[in-house]
């Protein structure tokens, strides 16, 4: 969109990720929740009884800063966790466990690439906390407005990434949280899915005329359930607020909720005294002390990052740079990729278009994971070496590729029962030679300047080969003998 | 000292209805337990070191492992009205 010149625009945004460790954060119910029937996943510690204590789950801490990492944070040797105080049931303690002044990771960027420029997005903090109770808003069994608690989401170890108020549009923010899910998900930290809540991304925005004393009055945005939902809250609410302003009226510092069915965001009349947390240190949990040497272990256990791929890629193998692109959005396929040009003696590119085009397809048309391709990385660096020989034309490899994902046989046995490419010359020129005899009629329209006639007799030397001369060599040979013929 | 408006602030924040006589006694309760810590502040602390914690651990964590949950039947044991598998609690206008 175009924002009205004349105005600042600047967003902060808030995402809250649900990190996929087996266990909750302060105790060893599953957190594998979305799937489970109400109140299933629940133990005294996450439904908040009295007397329980917390424990920490290491895995937790390792994967936010892990996640800190990969943002370029710094990990302080000391964190600790605190208490925020409010009462609202889906809350079962009346406080959430979180980090208040000594988080896991603390500063860093992403880089952003978005309206043709690329920019860097401080971060200001990674920290950890527990989620809620899931509530639902219902009228109840006896005709009266109710709510309803699902205890099985309390606890789920939540990450929280707070960029500094570096964003100046909609497109920004989208192409952040898409940058930010990607390197989740080759984190493995998080499934980072919106719609099922494991990442959901809140947005403070001011705005104020250019020239004026900048802007202090915060609107947060919140229920946005997919990216194309954060980019229309955006856009909305910069054009709410730039009305408002137009017309000479005052912004109210206030929540506001995206209402997907009326594309307008709402204010949310919330407590009054919604920032009155009154945190303090968790009296339950001993301090953190991340020892460098815990830092070390995860910096080691770090995969290789989308942005250092796509480079390398691009760089060094000589993929388009928009093939590249393509692939690092899927970290699986991009694995498997890598896997196949490691062992492929051609150039990577092949093996990327490979992928992205006839590998792909057969996915999406048997609605296969790319974590499920049916073929070794193996056998698919031996199928493109036998294209790249020769000893099969793209089109047979095509076809071997589509038989190995139907019938998972292996490569061998494929090739072996469909034959390979007839390359042969000799062999080859006796063929064409056979279909010009017995096809006087091309032969007599090629010479009258009927160049298609080329294609009829090509489309005969294939079908007396069932499909596996080899085109190139064919079309070679075919001319050859044909200029003989009119020379004789 | 601390004034009504701040009880009746802290009451808001709590979610607690507080009858004017209420109000008085808690007022008067505050301001003697507010009186205990004031005490604290007359200590010179400038060689103790900031201080979040005073059990003597650090780094206390468990492995990510799981263990069995309890059943539904235990979990609604406290609830004050189940539906729908559910607590059910008085309508709360959506929040968070």
């Known amino acids: 969109m175009t924002v009205e010149a004349g105005y600042r625009v600047v967003i902060g945004l808030e995402t809250h990720v649900q990190l996929n460790t087996a266990s909750k954060m302060f105790c060893r119910t599953s957190a594998a929740y979305a799937s489970a029937p109400p109140n299933t996943l629940v133990c005294p510690v996450c439904l908040g009884m009295p007397g329980v204590l917390p424990v920490i789950n290491a895995a937790a801490v390792d994967f936010t800063i892990m996640t800190g990492l990969a943002l370029h944070s710094e990990i302080p040797p000391h964190a600790k966790f605190d208490r925020k105080n409010y009462a609202y049931p889906d809350l079962m303690k009346w406080y959430q466990i979180s980090q208040y002044d000594l988080p896991l990771c603390v500063g860093g960027w992403l880089e952003i690439a978005a309206n043709g420029e690329t920019r860097r997005i401080r971060i200001t903090r990674v920290h950890l906390e527990e989620d809620t109770a899931k509530l639902t808003h219902v009228v109840g069994d006896d005709g009266q407005p109710a709510s309803l608690i699902d205890v099985n989401r309390s606890g789920v170890p939540l990450m929280e990434i707070v960029t500094e108020p570096d964003i100046t549009n909609a497109e920004e923010a989208m192409a952040y949280g898409l940058k930010l899910r990607n390197i989740l998900r080759w984190l493995g930290v998080s499934t980072a899915n919106m719609q099922d809540g494991a990442l959901r991304i809140d947005a403070n925005v001011s705005v104020w005329p250019i020239g004026a004393e900048v802007g202090n009055t915060k609107v947060e945005v919140k229920n946005m359930n997919s990216f194309r939902a954060l980019g229309q809250a955006l856009d909305y609410e910069i054009e709410r607020q730039i009305g408002l302003l137009e017309r000479g009226e005052r912004l109210e510092q206030e929540t506001r909720g995206w209402d997907e069915s009326d594309a307008r965001t709402v204010s949310q009349r919330t407590k009054e005294y919604a920032h009155d947390y009154r945190y303090f240190p968790e009296p339950d949990l001993p301090p953190l002390e991340i020892t460098r040497e815990r830092v070390q272990r995860l910096t080691k256990r770090m995969p290789e990052l989308p942005d250092a791929v796509r480079q390398r890629l691009v760089e060094e193998l000589g993929v388009a740079s928009a093939d590249a692109d393509e692939l690092i959005e899927d970290r699986d396929l991009a694995a498997y990729t890598l896997d196949v040009i490691e062992r492929h003696a051609g150039p990577a590119a092949e093996v990327v278009t490979w992928v992205l085009q006839d590998v792909r397809r057969l996915l999406n048309a048997r609605e296969l994971k790319s974590a499920d391709i049916p073929i070794s990385a193996a056998s698919m660096a031996e199928l493109l070496a036998l294209r790249a020989k020769g000893d099969l034309s793209s089109t047979m490899a095509g076809t071997v590729l589509e038989e190995m994902f139907a019938t998972r046989k292996p490569l061998e046995e494929i090739v072996a029962a469909r034959g390979r490419q007839i390359s042969d010359s000799d062999a080859l020129a006796e063929i064409a030679r056979e279909v010009m005899a017995a096809n006087p009629q091309a032969v007599a329209d090629y010479h009258a300047g009927k160049d298609r006639a080329v294609q009829f007799l090509m489309g005969q030397v294939m079908r007396r080969t069932r499909g596996q001369a080899n085109p190139g060599k064919v079309t070679e040979l075919l001319r050859a003998e044909l200029s003989r013929d009119r020379g004789a | ?96």
Request: aromatic share 2%; hydrophobic share 45%; glycine share 0%.
């Open chain 2, 1 to 96: 000292m601390i004034d009504r408006e701040q009880v009746v602030h802290v009451a808001a924040l709590a979610r607690l209805a507080l009858s004017e006589a209420e109000i008085d006694r808690m007022q008067a309760d505050l301001q003697q337990i507010l009186q205990a810590f004031e005490a604290l502040n007359a200590l010179d602390v400038s060689d103790v070191s900031p201080t979040a914690q005073v059990i003597p651990l650090a780094t206390v964590e468990r492995l990510d492992e799981t263990e069995a949950p309890l059943s539904r039947d235990d979990v609604m044991r406290n609830a004050p009205r189940v539906e729908r598998d559910q607590i059910r609690v008085p309508a709360v206008l959506p929040e968070e």
